[in-house]
T-cell receptor, first 114, second 117 residues
Framework: AQKITQTQPGMFVQEKEAVTLDCTYD???????LFWYKQPSSGEMIFLIY????DQQNATEGRYSLNFQKARKSANLVISASQLGDSAMYFC???????????WGAGTKLIIKP | GAVVSQHPSWVICKSGTSVKIECRSL??????MFWYRQFPKQSLMLMAT?????????EQGVEKDKFLINHASLTLSTLTVTSAHPEDSSFYIC?????????????FGEGSRLTVL
């Protein structure tokens, strides 16, 4: 069964608009962490934001925020005021505390239009 | 933030030759490093987990004799693609966990694009 699901293979968004990238997860581990990474065309992976399963508040990092809905097992990434440089692949990942590794979603290709 | 350096970033080799890719954590100690392979437009596929001073743990379906991993120090892990063939052409990326970090965040190298002719 898919543990991390990103249902949007690709998205086009107008510059300066906000964008939400979906991520749902499946785990029975009560303790876990959720991550979002950005991968531009150059290939490197850039860490964006982290949410722990016990964190009471949604994580925020500059223009990035994570809409964490624990009961729904969703961890959507929200990018406010999108910029052309935001065009990239975005990956959602989960680390269960019982397992040291990251489990990856399939990714969403985001293209920001001028 | 923590930096992971991967070298080379791009390599082209002939079929049958071996290629070594280095992954270095520049400003932190990494007891564990991970090696991934990424096919075009796909997510990262974990190949193996590299632990300093011990044998790597390979994921199912990954040939350990084909992809040799060595983690000789707390800041260096190497992946050697032995007797490379065109089907080994891919983007290989490493990551390292800061042993002193609190979130379990992984820091990634820039990736290495391997093309086997």
């Amino acid at each position: 069964a898919q543990k991390i699901t990103q249902t949007q293979p690709g998205m086009f968004v107008q510059e300066k608009e906000a964008v939400t990238l979906d991520c749902t997860y499946d785990t029975s581990d009560p303790s876990y962490g959720l991550f979002w990474y950005k991968q531009p065309s150059s290939g490197e992976m850039i860490f964006l934001i982290y949410q722990g399963s016990y964190d009471q508040q949604n994580a925020t990092e500059g223009r990035y925020s994570l809409n964490f809905q624990k009961a729904r097992k969703s961890a959507n990434l929200v990018i406010s005021a999108s910029q052309l440089g935001d065009s990239a692949m975005y990956f959602c990942a989960m680390r269960e505390d019982s397992n040291y590794q990251l489990i990856w979603g399939a990714g969403t290709k985001l293209i920001i239009k001028p | 933030g923590a930096v992971v350096s991967q070298h080379p970033s791009w390599v082209i080799c002939k079929s049958g030759t071996s290629v070594k890719i280095e992954c270095r954590s520049l400003d932190f100690q990494a007891t564990t490093m991970f090696w991934y392979r990424q096919f075009p437009k796909q997510s990262l596929m974990l190949m193996a987990t590299s632990n300093e001073g011990s044998k790597a743990t390979y994921e199912q379906g990954v040939e350990k004799d084909k992809f040799l991993i060595n983690h000789a120090s707390l800041t260096l892990s190497t992946l050697t693609v032995t007797s490379a063939h065109p089907e080994d052409s891919s983007f290989y990326i490493c990551s390292a966990r800061d042993a002193g970090g609190s979130t379990g965040e992984l820091f990634f190298g820039e990736g290495s694009r391997l093309t086997v002719l």
